[in-house]
T-cell receptor
Framework: SAVISQKPSRDICQRGTSLTIQCQVD?????MFWYRQQPGQSLTLIATANQGSEATYESGFVIDKFPISRPNLTFSTLTVSNMSPEDSSIYLC????????????FGPGTRLTVT | QQQVKQSPQSLIVQKGGISIINCAYE??????FPWYQQFPGKGPALLIA?????SEKKEGRFTISFNKSAKQFSLHIMDSQPGDSATYFCAASDRGSTLGRLYFGRGTQLTVWP
């Protein structure tokens, strides 16, 4: 498995502002994933972040709104830009378990409320 | 289009009973089927997973049953306990895909009454 931490664990932000969420993994990983989980809903993949290359975004998500950085093999950030109340969600990062390319483990999530 | 369909949306079970959650998929390229358990305020935790070369996998009180021809799989929780009360998500992925993304069901909120 992998130990994943996220900062902040929760935040309340005003509309129009931006928040950067950090994800730290205890081991080097090639791919990191960012998900959004809206209240009472399932998980939706935002983007896949590989170290050293541009993130790959899923349909409905764009880089201007959710810029991602991946400076090294243990760290990534997701920024939620120009926030609106509709961005209120839990944001989760995940990684593959070491030695697999399919077994995914999730961080504890960042609970974002936009007022 | 929902790649993985999960039912029921909510489930109430008496302590000691059997909880059963069902999922169905269409994409025959899927070859990895995990279940995640999520408690309020926590990230999803990998509970158990199965590959289509077996019809059943058991870990403690948790069992996955897999029906490849019907493209269905289910989670059985035996002797359900109040501590099992959580939201359960099924998922599927194609391990051969370069992105390896998981497709999640909508989730089942399980409540186990003492």
């Amino acid at each position: 498995s992998a130990v994943i931490s996220q900062k902040p664990s929760r935040d309340i932000c005003q509309r129009g502002t931006s928040l950067t969420i950090q994800c730290q993994v205890d081991s080097q990983v090639t791919m990191m994933f960012w998900y959004r989980q809206q209240p009472g809903q399932s998980l939706t993949l935002i983007a896949t972040a590989n170290q050293g290359s541009e993130a790959t975004y899923e349909s409905g998500f764009v880089i201007d709104k959710f810029p991602i950085s991946r400076p090294n093999l243990t760290f990534s950030t997701l920024t939620v830009s120009n926030m609106s109340p509709e961005d209120s969600s839990i944001y989760l990062c995940s990684v593959y378990a070491s030695g697999t390319s399919y077994e995914q483990y999730f961080g504890p999530g960042t609970r974002l409320t936009v007022t | 289009q929902q790649q993985v369909k999960q039912s029921p949306q909510s489930l109430i079970v008496q302590k000691g009973g059997i909880s059963i959650i069902n999922c169905a998929y269409e994409n025959t390229a899927f070859d990895y089927f995990p279940w995640y358990q999520q408690f309020p305020g926590k990230g999803p935790a990998l509970l158990i997973a199965i590959r289509p070369d077996v019809s059943e996998k058991k870990e403690g009180r948790f069992t996955i049953s897999f029906n490849k021809s019907a493209k269905q799989f289910s989670l059985h929780i035996m002797d359900s306990q109040p501590g099992d009360s959580a939201t359960y998500f099924c998922a599927a992925s194609d391990r051969g895909s370069t992105l390896g993304r998981l497709y999640f069901g909508r989730g089942t909120q399980l409540t186990v009454w003492p």
